[in-house]
């Protein structure tokens, strides 16, 4: 019935896919959806990888099975490409963490990157802080730290709701993507919404951080957080100290579950002393700095287009609480798995096919930013290589497990019919949304920011938002073996039609350029 169908969309599709090879499609099709390996890519990325930190050893086994994964399959040119230099490399090596006093519990709390561990085990009481400014901070905590543990007096507010954890698009929501027209940019709210976004970051920032330096100077344990997120059993952590070669380690902070944090507030606020039990030990790794990226090519076999080159990538970065499931091993499995399709039936593209696993995306969108620029352009000053001209287009993954229902413009208009012909053919798989609209906060944008096409598909939520991104759960049991074949098969498609046809994606006007990465 699902070929049936097919073929009919084939058949009233006129001008479909610029007289593309059909039964090359449907072909992608079968191998995706009948033969695929998408799972067992991503356990190795995961399980056997394990957390993958930009520098840490677990980065460096998922980008060697990369590589090595990439030649078996008989791509090209596959290399670690370095970027430039990250910083330290970080990797957790122990972790204990207990409440000894009043009563014990074990506490399921995580060390943030690039903070440093206890020098052994130590057992110390937790002290309450209650600061409203940096100045108070110190001016009331000054000589009463050594040997504490750090708590601040602000209790996470947490709401039960009935809301699923599990989300998908639903048809009212889709259509309302679909039909999102293009607008003048409010350039002036969205700086102002910028600037206070970034007020009220760094005024918490230099609240911790003098937090950190007094704790530091007055040989202090650790430091506990928390946020209304890590609820449930649930943890969501990230960084806590700098990765920048020449600074210090970030000094010891945890992150604990809400219900922990607040229970020790609590205790502590009744008068009734608490004690923990910490063993942390943590590696910082300082011999390589660089960062690198994972590429490899299936080269292009026209005379005249195969200099041109279709790209598709993903994050191989996470975080530590984890194996990065959803984030992004996911976008890492479909994209490796689409070009085992191609690979795997032989596929010729006129154009060259270049795939890129990228690293230090959690820090800032590092490694495609900077392999957009030493390759294309730089965003500070516009000035184009000449790659810049013989790129056609970008497809990226990194919204967790869920199955593609459709795909981000970003205020690309131009680029709206041949998405439409080109996702035609995956109707009946669900993805059918085209939406002028931007999505960020990933590698695309490193592409869109100098004027080429880049973009992100519409994924189906799932439970990235609620339960899997950035916490200790977003583990591979949380992926959907059918969401991630549905997307490779279509990643599979989209590329290959890319590579095939014979014009490039249309482009929207050039950027000026932008020295300061937020110009506001």
Same mark, same amino acid.
Request: hydrophobic share 40%.
């Given at each position: 019935?699902?070929?049936?169908?097919?073929?009919?969309?084939?058949?009233?599709?006129?001008?479909?896919?610029?007289?593309?090879?059909?039964?090359?499609?449907?072909?992608?099709?079968?191998?995706?959806?009948?033969?695929?390996?998408?799972?067992?890519?991503?356990?190795?990325?995961?399980?056997?990888?394990?957390?993958?930190?930009?520098? $840490?050893?677990?980065?460096?086994?998922? $980008?060697?099975?990369?590589?090595?994964?990439?030649?078996?399959?008989?791509?090209?040119?596959?290399?670690?490409?370095?970027?430039?230099?990250?910083?330290?490399?970080?990797?957790?090596?122990?972790?204990?963490?207990?409440?000894?006093?009043?009563?014990?519990?074990?506490?399921?709390?995580?060390?943030?990157?690039?903070?440093?561990?206890?020098?052994?085990?130590?057992?110390?009481?937790?002290?309450?802080?209650?600061?409203?400014?940096?100045?108070?901070?110190?001016?009331?905590?000054?000589?009463?730290?050594?040997?504490?543990?750090?708590?601040?007096?602000?209790?996470?507010?947490?709401?039960?709701?009935?809301?699923?954890?599990?989300?998908?698009?639903?048809?009212?929501?889709?259509?309302?993507?679909? =039909?999102?027209?293009?607008?003048?940019?409010?350039?002036?709210?969205?700086?102002?919404?910028?600037?206070?976004?970034?007020?009220?970051?760094? =005024?918490?920032?230099?609240?911790?951080?003098?937090?950190?330096?007094?704790?530091?100077?007055?040989?202090?344990? #650790?430091?506990?957080?928390?946020?209304?997120?890590?609820?449930?059993?649930?943890?969501?952590?990230?960084?806590?100290?700098?990765?920048?070669?020449?600074?210090?380690?970030?000094?010891?902070?945890? #992150?604990?579950?809400?219900?922990?944090?607040?229970?020790?507030?609590?205790?502590?606020?009744?008068?009734?002393?608490?004690?923990?039990?910490?063993?942390?030990?943590?590696?910082?790794?300082?011999?390589?700095?660089?960062?690198?990226?994972?590429?490899?090519?299936?080269?292009?076999?026209?005379?005249?287009?195969?200099?041109?080159?279709?790209?598709?990538?993903?994050?191989?970065?996470?975080?530590?609480?984890?194996?990065?499931?959803?984030?992004?091993?996911?976008?890492?499995?479909?994209?490796?798995?689409?070009?085992?399709?191609?690979?795997?039936?032989?596929?010729?593209?006129?154009?060259?096919?270049?795939?890129?696993?990228?690293?230090?995306?959690?820090?800032?969108?590092?490694?495609?930013?900077?392999?957009?620029?030493?390759?294309?352009?730089?965003?500070?000053?516009?000035?184009?290589?000449?790659?810049?001209?013989?790129?056609?287009?970008?497809? =990226?993954?990194?919204?967790?497990?869920?199955?593609?229902?459709?795909?981000?413009?970003?205020?690309?208009?131009?680029?709206?019919?041949?998405?439409?012909?080109?996702?035609?053919?995956?109707?009946?798989?669900?993805?059918?949304?085209?939406?002028?609209?931007?999505?960020?906060?990933?590698?695309?944008?490193?592409?869109?920011?100098?004027?080429?096409?880049?973009?992100?598909?519409?994924?189906?939520?799932?439970?990235?938002?609620?339960?899997?991104?950035?916490?200790?759960?977003?583990?591979?049991?949380?992926?959907?073996?059918?969401?991630?074949?549905?997307?490779?098969?279509?990643?599979?498609?989209?590329?290959?039609?890319?590579?095939?046809?014979? #014009?490039?994606?249309?482009?929207?006007?050039?950027?000026?350029?932008?020295?300061?990465?937020?110009?506001?």
């Amino acid at each position: 019935m699902q070929r049936i169908y097919f073929l009919v969309l084939l058949f009233f599709l006129p001008g479909f896919l610029w007289s593309q090879d059909a039964t090359t499609i449907q072909k992608i099709r079968e191998e995706g959806l009948n033969n695929t390996q998408v799972m067992d890519i991503a356990f190795q990325l995961t399980e056997v990888s394990g957390p993958r930190v930009t520098g $840490s050893p677990g980065l460096k086994r998922a $980008s060697d099975y990369a590589v090595n994964q990439l030649k078996q399959w008989g791509l090209t040119d596959v290399v670690l490409d370095p970027w430039g230099d990250f910083g330290k490399g970080w990797e957790l090596k122990k972790s204990y963490i207990a409440m000894s006093a009043p009563w014990y519990k074990p506490i399921a709390g995580f060390p943030k990157v690039w903070t440093a561990g206890t020098n052994g085990l130590k057992k110390a009481s937790v002290i309450l802080i209650n600061a409203k400014d940096s100045a108070e901070l110190v001016n009331n905590y000054k000589g009463k730290l050594t040997g504490k543990i750090l708590i601040m007096n602000t209790p996470v507010h947490y709401v039960p709701n009935d809301l699923p954890d599990l989300e998908r698009w639903t048809t009212a929501q889709l259509d309302s993507m679909q =039909n999102i027209k293009p607008k003048a940019p409010d350039t002036a709210g969205a700086n102002q919404r910028m600037r206070r976004f970034f007020g009220d970051f760094m =005024n918490a920032r230099r609240m911790a951080a003098t937090l950190n330096k007094l704790a530091h100077d007055e040989g202090a344990v #650790a430091i506990l957080t928390s946020s209304p997120r890590n609820h449930d059993g649930t943890v969501f952590v990230q960084g806590g100290g700098s990765y920048k070669s020449e600074d210090p380690a970030g000094f010891t902070d945890l #992150a604990l579950p809400l219900e922990d944090y607040n229970m020790i507030i609590r205790l502590l606020k009744n008068q009734t002393p608490v004690e923990l039990e910490l063993d942390v030990q943590t590696r910082f790794l300082t011999d390589d700095i660089k960062g690198y990226n994972v590429l490899g090519e299936i080269k292009g076999t026209d005379k005249k287009l195969k200099d041109e080159v279709v790209m598709l990538g993903g994050h191989l970065d996470s975080w530590q609480g984890a194996t990065g499931a959803t984030d992004n091993a996911a976008g890492s499995a479909v994209m490796m798995e689409a070009v085992r399709i191609l690979q795997k039936l032989g596929i010729k593209p006129r154009r060259t096919i270049r795939i890129a696993l990228w690293s230090g995306e959690e820090q800032g969108l590092y490694g495609s930013r900077e392999y957009v620029k030493k390759t294309f352009a730089d965003r500070a000053d516009m000035k184009l290589k000449p790659a810049h001209e013989k790129f056609d287009v970008y497809f =990226n993954l990194d919204n967790g497990t869920g199955r593609i229902r459709g795909i981000y413009l970003q205020e690309n208009e131009a680029s709206r019919s041949i998405m439409a012909q080109w996702l035609a053919p995956f109707a009946d798989l669900g993805a059918t949304t085209i939406t002028y609209s931007n999505t960020t906060g990933t590698d695309h944008q490193s592409f869109d920011g100098v004027g080429l096409p880049g973009f992100q598909f519409i994924q189906d939520v799932v439970e990235y938002d609620t339960r899997t991104h950035h916490s200790n759960i977003d583990s591979y049991d949380h992926l959907v073996a059918g969401d991630l074949e549905q997307a490779a098969t279509i990643v599979a498609a989209m590329v290959y039609q890319a590579a095939m046809s014979d #014009a490039k994606v249309p482009r929207k006007e050039l950027p000026k350029p932008a020295p300061s990465r937020f110009p506001f």
